[in-house]
């Protein structure tokens, strides 16, 4: 297969807390991605990060008595721990407060400026400061902020603006021309009917209220606001240059897939193409804006008290125990919903009873009835046609849904050839093919076909549950990367040992303290 590049990102995390297991779901649904792309050949480059400027880290840091740069310091190295927990293979973690990113940041403002995209005026609005947004009174929700439900305070001071009215048109040409650009369709919509039709109001893109972000280079009483702060970690952190010319933007750019979270596609699909539009840069391919993981029916908030978090889950079930149940329980644009309890009941229903108890019934047979060499005899039957179809079919059924972003459904195919390798195990009884000698090779021919289901499957599993693949790999002692049925394996497998343990769910959840 020809090398191709392929550039994913996920939304950078605001530097003001620790992210519970909503927020850790975008970064593991990203290095599913970002894995898959590199199992099936492609070169990627896989960028997340924090964000680290703003009013509101000002006022947590004072709260804290600490200064700005300490604060964002310490929850930058937080969030990179969740994601490292995680078992996440970004290429670059990016931070808003490195010396390059803020160099580059200044000189994108200056040139917007110069070319008259951004102008000097005065702003009255109501703003919200854990949103860092200023709304208008016909956008508020009770006369609160219409993303948080907090307060919002009046707002007057002099400010930059950016002229996203523009580039409305050049952008709705570009949404109509490019139906894959906004991911999933309904997100789409909701952009171009909440916001491109009443038309766009320009933007304002600085502050005098607060001190901590990048100045502006020309009127240092003024930061830098979020939006061009922020959104241009995708274009700093490759080389991007105002005078052009850099290698490597030119490899990676534009982005294959930008993935964000729904609640601030606006940002990812409004503001930030514009931006792109007025340096006259290439939009990315794709903005995916996926749904949330909720705890039971609510979004998790402090206030509720009803957050997880990863690295508490990781330390209670196993990394790849989480990352399969959040990849698997959030659908393509529906919110999914996490519970421990709905956890441990994935766990022993999939991992333990479909994945662990395959593994280990087969390598054990192969073990006890050939001391662990297997090959493939070729004594087949026509119930094993079917079977082998689907092994062989695997791996583009995985890749069309990976294709639309369908990241369970990729799981749900899958596993659905694991439930049918348990199947065959029930259909040809090799414990009953044991007792007569004539039928051994019958029984070598039966375990074969189950090694290389497994070993398929394993493939396929490598993206979502790495450390899991590795160790199936291993106890199968195969290093074959192919991803169909391969005839002439000879297989010696190691001793097998449990994947994952069933758990007793009332127990569990009065250890936890869990009612």
């Not at 039971?296 to 790849?320: E, H, R, T």
Request: proline share 4%; with cysteine; glycine share 6%.
């Amino acid at each position: 297969m020809e090398n191709k590049n392929y550039y994913i990102s996920t939304a950078i995390a605001y530097a003001s807390s620790k992210p519970h297991i909503g927020n850790t779901y975008e970064i593991v649904l990203a290095d599913a991605i970002a894995r898959f792309k590199r199992s099936r050949g492609f070169h990627v480059y896989f960028q997340t990060g924090t964000d680290e400027h703003g009013e509101k880290i000002e006022l947590k840091a004072k709260e804290a008595g600490v200064k700005p740069q300490e604060y964002v310091d310490n929850i930058s190295r937080e969030i990179k721990g969740v994601w490292d927990v995680m078992n996440t293979s970004y290429d670059k973690f990016v931070r808003t407060t490195d010396s390059h990113h803020k160099e580059v940041v200044e000189r994108i403002f200056e040139k917007l400026y110069q070319q008259g995209d951004i102008y000097l005026s005065q702003y009255e609005g109501l703003y919200c400061t854990p949103c860092e947004s200023f709304w208008t009174d016909s956008q508020l929700i009770e006369g609160k902020c219409p993303d948080c439900g907090r307060e919002v305070l009046k707002r007057s001071e002099e400010a930059y603006f950016f002229r996203l009215s523009k580039y409305q048109k050049q952008l709705e040409e570009h949404i109509l021309t490019h139906p894959e650009f906004i991911q999933p369709a309904a997100r789409k919509n909701e952009m171009i009917n909440n916001f491109l039709k009443p038309g766009l109001q320009d933007l304002c893109v600085s502050r005098t209220s607060f001190d901590w972000g990048v100045k502006v280079p020309f009127n240092e009483k003024h930061i830098v606001y979020v939006w061009i702060d922020a959104l241009s970690n995708y274009i700093t952190n490759i080389g991007y240059d105002v005078d052009g010319g850099n290698e490597q933007f030119q490899k990676w750019w534009p982005a294959d897939l930008h993935l964000i979270g729904k609640d601030i596609l606006r940002f990812h699909t409004i503001y930030w193409p514009i931006l792109l539009m007025a340096l006259n840069l290439p939009l990315p391919k794709q903005i995916f804006g996926h749904p949330w993981l909720l705890y039971g029916n609510d979004k998790m908030s402090k206030s509720k008290g009803n957050i997880l978090y990863a690295d508490d889950l990781v330390k209670q079930f196993g990394v790849d125990a989480i990352r399969y149940y959040v990849l698997h329980e959030i659908p393509f644009q529906n919110d999914g919903t996490i519970s421990y309890e709905l956890i441990m009941e994935r766990i022993n229903g999939d991992l333990a009873n479909v994945l662990g108890n395959l593994v280990q019934r087969t390598i054990s047979m192969a073990q006890k009835y050939f001391d662990g060499k297997v090959l493939n005899l070729k004594v087949r039957e026509s119930l094993d046609d079917e079977y082998l179809q689907s092994i062989n079919s695997l791996s583009s059924l995985v890749d069309l849904k990976m294709e639309k972003l369908e990241i369970g459904q990729a799981l749900d195919v899958i596993f659905d050839v694991l439930r049918k390798s348990n199947k065959y195990i029930d259909e040809t009884l090799p414990w009953v093919l044991a007792k007569e000698e004539h039928t051994k090779d019958r029984l070598e021919t039966v375990l074969y076909h189950l090694l290389e289901s497994i070993r398929v499957c394993a493939l396929e599993l490598s993206p979502f549950m790495p450390e899991t693949s590795t160790e199936i790999l291993r106890q199968l002692h195969s290093e074959d990367l192919e991803h169909n049925f391969v005839e002439d394996h000879i297989y010696q497998v190691l001793n097998p040992s449990p994947l994952f343990q069933r758990i007793d769910i009332t127990k569990k959840l009065e250890e936890l303290g869990v009612k």
